[in-house]
C-alpha cells in the first residue's frame, strides 16, 4: 500500500476517535453516521483503496454501535429514571459535615427546562469518572415548597402530592447534572452519592432563581420567562410558560396571547417582580389565545407549526379584516379539511395562512 493510502487510512481510523459523542446523545451521533455513510459511499464509488474503503467501513460500524448503545442507554433511562432513589451526600455549611440521605428528585414547576444536550454532557463527564465533585448543587425540601404554595412535580413531570413530599428533594440549581446522574443511576451505570449538596429554605423560589443565576448571559430568553411566571404570579406568564414548555418559541407566545412581542428589557422587570409596561397596542387576551391554540391543534396542526409566528400574525390580519368570529370560523374549518403536514409547511408568510383561512370559510 502507497505512503499516500496508508496516510488515508490513518486519517480514516481517527476519525473514529474524532466521533465520540457523548453518550446519550442520540441527535449527534445519528448525524455523524449520516455523515460516515455518506463518506463511505463516496469512497466507494470513486473506486478508493480497498484499505481506505475498509478503514471507513470500521468508522460507519463503530458509528453505528455507539448509536445503537445510546439509543438503549435512553430507552432504558427514560422507563426506570424516577424509579429509585438516588444517594446524596448533604454540606452542613456552618461545620462542613456530610450526611447521606436517600431521595428522589423534584423540580418546581416552571422553573428552567432541562436541555437534553446538557444532560449528555454531564453524562458522559460522570461515565469518564471526569465529573467535578466541588459544583454545589442547591436543593430544597419538596415537603417545604408544596406547603408553601409551589407546584412540584417528580423528574417525569408528574405533580406530587404532600404525602409523598417526604421522599424528594427539589432541584434548584443543578437540574442537569441531576438529571444526569438520575438517568445513570436508572441504567445501572451509576451507584455512587451525588456530591456537594446544599440545603436552602426559600421563601420566594422564583426570586432566588433569579439572584443565583445571571440572567443577562446564562439564561436565554425562554428561561427568564418561564421563570417570571414564578417572580410575578402573573396569569399571562403562567400561560406563556406552558406554551414553552410544550415548545413554543418566547417571541410567538407573546404574540398568542398579546399581539405584541416584549423586549428582554421587559421580561427583566418581570424577573424582578417589578411592573411591566406593554408595548403599545398590546392586549392581553388569554382565553383568546387559547381558542387559537387548541382549533389549531385540532387542525392536526403540530405546535413545531403553529409557534412559527406566520401563522399567529396571519389569523390576527385576517380577523382585523373581516372579524374575529369569522376568522375563528375559518380557523375551526379547518379541522374538516385535514389538511396534511405539507400544507402547513408550505406556510411562509403570514398571506399563505390568510389564503388558507380564506379557503376554509369558503368551505
Known sequence: MTTLNVNAVKMVNNNVESNNVAMGNIEELTKVLKQEEKELERLTKRNADEAVIAAQQNVVDKTK?????????????????????LTFSI??????????????????KHNRSVNSKKVDGFIALIAANKYEKAFPIIAAEAAKLIEAGYTVTDIKGRELTKEEAADYLVILDGQHRCTAFAKLVATGKYTETIPNVYMRDVENVGEYLVDINNVGSSWNKKDRLVVASLTSNDELFQNVAELLNEGFNPSTAMLIYTGKSLSDKQVNKALKGEEITFPKGAEIKIERGNRFINLCKAAKMDVSFITKRYFIKGFNSHAISISEEQAFKALDNLKYKNYKEDKWKGVKSENDFIKILKEALEA
Open 91 to 108: 454540606v452542613n455549611e456552618e461545620t462542613g459535615a456530610r450526611t447521606e440521605q436517600q431521595k428522589k428528585i423534584a423540580f418546581v
Open 65 to 85: 454501535a455507539k448509536l445503537e448503545q445510546a439509543q438503549e442507554f435512553e430507552k432504558e433511562s427514560n422507563e426506570n429514571i424516577g424509579n429509585d432513589f
